[in-house]
């Protein structure tokens, strides 16, 4: 079934489970995502990051429907990192039933004011709003917003910011960066903020840029409160590392059907890590 974005958050929010959210950039990604996340009887949110929409375009959102419609697990189909109020039009538009609206990098009141807007116009046709509140990292230049420097989310400042935009769910800056951090450098979670910021605000709390740190830690933080975990560098090193291995095997390779396949079968390894990490498994009983 196709969900919104808060349909589904609610109740993961209610369960203490958190819901990945996979980035992908095209269909066999999209139905490996599907396939695995049936097994694991587990919510999915598709996450689709602007730069990941322009490689795939828009019209693939009513295929992505169709398969939604037919699942036997919950599924969103959530713009990610929206830039501006007109990629949440378009993302509306285009038959996402959830967007994110991301101006952290601007003053608080810009922040609030351009969110605002978004949740504005977006529920007035019942589409569910994702903001970011504080400065996630980011370790490369890949797509992706973020600072070299984290700015940690103020729990005082998050219920100001829950109040006057009306957000759905919130991306908090709780020690996590976009990407994958160099080996010697290992990221550390201050999850004695993430319970304040829970007890602040009630919401779906998201974590953004999860990639690097232990598992032991973003298990902790499903139980203070995140409820939705993004998922972009993990599967797609899996997913390509594979592909290369298959490519050099052989140079007479050409055919993606032959060639996929194992990519995805290893994505779905990775996929199915996270979903039991995040307590998702099973969880589309819920629904
Ligand atoms: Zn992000």
């Not at 005082?156 to 800056?173: H, I, M, P, Q």
């Not at 140079?251 to 032959?258: A, C, D, I, T, Y």
């Amino acid at each position: 079934m196709l969900y919104t974005g808060k349909s589904i958050l609610d109740i993961a929010n209610a369960h203490d489970f958190a819901i990945p959210a996979f980035n992908i950039s095209d269909w066999a990604m999209f139905t490996g995502i599907m396939d695995i996340c049936e097994e694991k009887a587990a919510p999915v949110i598709i996450a689709i990051h602007p730069d990941e929409v322009r490689h795939i375009t828009t019209d693939l959102i009513p295929a992505m429907h169709a398969r939604a419609h037919r699942s036997s697990v919950p599924v969103a189909i959530h713009w990610d990192h929206g830039a501006s109020f007109e990629e949440a039009i378009t993302a509306i538009q285009a038959g996402f039933t959830s967007v994110m609206i991301d101006k952290s990098m601007l003053p608080f009141d810009e922040n609030v004011a351009i969110t605002r807007k978004v949740v504005e116009a977006a529920h007035a046709v019942g589409v569910p709003v994702e903001g970011e509140l504080g400065t996630i990292g980011a370790n490369d230049s890949y797509g992706e917003s973020g600072a070299a420097e984290i700015v940690y989310t103020d729990p005082a400042d998050a219920v100001r910011f829950v109040a006057e935009t009306g957000v759905d769910s919130l991306a908090v800056a709780i020690g996590t960066s976009h990407g994958l951090y160099p080996a010697d450098r290992r990221p550390e979670l201050k999850l004695d903020l993430l319970r304040e910021l829970k007890t602040a605000v009630g919401i779906p709390l998201v974590l953004h840029g999860g990639s690097s740190n232990s598992d032991e830690e973003i298990g902790k933080a499903v139980k203070l409160g995140i409820n939705k975990i993004n998922i972009s560098s993990d599967i797609k090193v899996a997913y390509h590392d594979r592909m290369r291995e298959v490519l050099g095997t052989d140079s007479r390779l050409r055919e993606p059907n032959v060639i996929q396949p194992p990519s995805i079968e290893s994505l779905k390894t990775v996929a199915a890590q996270k979903i039991e990490l995040f307590d998702a498994a099973g969880k589309a009983a819920l629904y």
